[in-house]
């Protein structure tokens, strides 16, 4: 869709010009190239807090400054501060448990999470010097995890939804997300909107899903201007070989990073 703004498709970890021109504003991206940075999933489980370390100080972050959350595939957004700084990045510091989103207004602090097709969407206002950052699967879309970022954004910094930008970034398009009947059930009884809108019927009696239009439908209910819904562009299973993808690969298989914090 021609109306929609896109950032340039980047293959490699590196911030993403378009959405980190907003002044000591940090975005970045992690790749195959920086290794597998799930504890959890992947064959090289085992030293991937070493090598998501590594990732941010490439990018001059500081991972005592960073904060992870251990995702639920439900919809709790937890605001963090300083105090919660190496939580899921430092051995012995956990993660946030059970959360897909995180919030904070303290400069310095970033905040980091993994995903391998589920959208990672990075959300900032630059007035108020507020991010967020949260994790779109199925579920969480239909549960409106975008509308309820932003909402949690107004009442914990009162920010002001016209001055948010949100990227979403490196994610499984429509076209590669095939889904049953059970999926587009739980849209049908969740989802604020007509869900003709991100379904498409198939031949074999399945569906495609468009998590991507279903997550800029809820940001700009939630107040969020279309013209500032940013995209990568990138589809993780069609770049599998430069992006974990499960639909791909498998649930075993690794998983990529997305961070976001001002430096200052």
Not at 79 to 104: C, H, K, Q, Y
Not at 141 to 160: E, F, N, P, S, W
Request: overall charge positive; charged content about 20%.
């Amino acid at each position: 869709m021609s109306s929609i703004p896109r950032c340039e498709p980047n293959p490699k970890s590196k911030s993403l010009v378009n959405f980190s021109a907003i002044p000591h504003l940090k975005c970045a991206f992690s790749t195959r190239s920086d290794g597998n940075l799930s504890p959890l999933r992947g064959a090289d489980r085992s030293t991937a807090l070493p090598r998501a370390r590594l990732f941010l100080q490439r990018h001059q972050i500081d991972p005592h400054r960073t904060v992870k959350c251990r995702l639920s595939h439900g919809t709790r957004i937890t605001p963090v501060s300083l105090s919660d700084g190496g939580r899921g990045i430092i051995e012995g510091r956990e993660p946030i448990d059970a959360t897909d989103g995180l919030i904070t207004s303290h400069p310095g602090l970033f905040l980091y999470l993994i995903t391998a097709d589920c959208l990672p969407v990075l959300v900032v206002d630059p007035v108020q010097r507020v991010v967020g950052i949260a994790h779109a699967g199925w579920r969480g879309t239909a549960a409106d995890i975008a509308g309820k970022l932003i909402r949690q954004m107004q009442m914990a910094y009162h920010v002001d939804p016209a001055h948010i930008h949100v990227l979403i970034g490196p994610a499984i398009c429509s076209q590669c997300y095939e889904v049953g009947q059970d999926v587009r059930d739980v849209f049908q009884q969740q989802f604020a909107f007509d869900p003709k809108l991100i379904f498409s019927s198939k031949l074999n009696g399945k569906f495609d899903l468009d998590l991507i239009r279903a997550n800029r439908l809820q940001l700009q209910a939630a107040g969020v201007p279309a013209a500032q819904i940013f995209e990568t562009g990138i589809c993780t299973k069609e770049y599998s070989d430069r992006y974990y993808s499960v639909r791909a690969e498998g649930l075993e298989t690794g998983r990529f990073a997305s961070v976001i914090g001002f430096t200052a």
